[in-house]
């Protein structure tokens, strides 16, 4: 199981990093947004990270967050901890993400990307919890009915992140405002 985990961790590193790999043309498109919520009197380069979340912080709670959608039994009892993740196993698999924009002011940045991923093997049960919100009724029905939907699903993540102390953490993962 650790190794499962670890491979897990390793790939989602490897396509956070080629995510991260961009050309110059898009480097300059997306350093207006990044200069215009920089800090004044801040340097570009070393302290870049201090500014922002790291992209691999940002793949590692998408991971977290895709993992954290389960699947549950239908009969599931009530939980005594409305806030406890679901127990279950995972109804998703983390393929990749793509991060369209990051836009920072002060403690507070918000992170807009698309998530792909592709759906485990489901035998009638329902989904908990992380992308459960946006998972269309169509594919939901047909989980339910012991269908897995084919195919690669992507979604579209707004990400808040909070600034505490020197590190940056997840707030809410919410689906983004229409463009």
């Given at each position: 199981?650790?190794?499962?985990?670890?491979?897990?961790?390793?790939?989602?590193?490897?396509?956070?990093?080629?995510?991260?790999?961009?050309?110059?043309?898009?480097?300059?498109?997306?350093?207006?947004?990044?200069?215009?919520?920089?800090?004044?009197?801040?340097?570009?380069?070393?302290?870049?990270?201090?500014?922002?979340?790291?992209?691999?912080?940002?793949?590692?709670?998408?991971?977290?967050?895709?993992?954290?959608?389960?699947?549950?039994?239908?009969?599931?009892?009530?939980?005594?901890?409305?806030?406890?993740?679901?127990?279950?196993?995972?109804?998703?698999?983390?393929?990749?993400?793509?991060?369209?924009?990051?836009?920072?002011?002060?403690?507070?940045?918000?992170?807009?990307?698309?998530?792909?991923?592709?759906?485990?093997?489901?035998?009638?049960?329902?989904?908990?919890?992380?992308?459960?919100?946006?998972?269309?009724?169509?594919?939901?029905?047909?989980?339910?009915?012991?269908?897995?939907?084919?195919?690669e699903q992507a979604?579209?993540?707004?990400?808040?992140?909070?600034?505490?102390?020197?590190?940056?953490?997840?707030?809410?993962?919410?689906?983004?405002?229409?463009?």
């Amino acid at each position: 199981m650790k190794i499962r985990r670890a491979a897990l961790i390793v790939v989602a590193g490897i396509i956070t990093a080629s995510c991260s790999e961009k050309s110059a043309p898009d480097r300059e498109k997306h350093s207006d947004t990044s200069e215009a919520t920089r800090e004044p009197g801040s340097e570009v380069g070393e302290g870049k990270d201090e500014l922002r979340p790291r992209e691999d912080e940002i793949g590692e709670d998408c991971v977290a967050f895709v993992r954290s959608t389960k699947i549950v039994p239908a009969q599931a009892p009530a939980a005594d901890c409305p806030g406890c993740p679901a127990a279950g196993v995972e109804a998703l698999r983390f393929r990749q993400i793509h991060t369209d924009r990051i836009s920072c002011s002060g403690e507070t940045c918000t992170v807009l990307l698309t998530i792909v991923v592709s759906f485990n093997p489901g035998a009638g049960e329902r989904i908990a919890g992380g992308l459960t919100a946006w998972i269309s009724p169509e594919q939901r029905s047909e989980y339910l009915s012991g269908r897995t939907p084919s195919g690669e699903q992507a979604y579209r993540v707004k990400i808040t992140y909070k600034r505490r102390g020197a590190a940056w953490r997840a707030a809410e993962f919410d689906r983004p405002d229409l463009e």
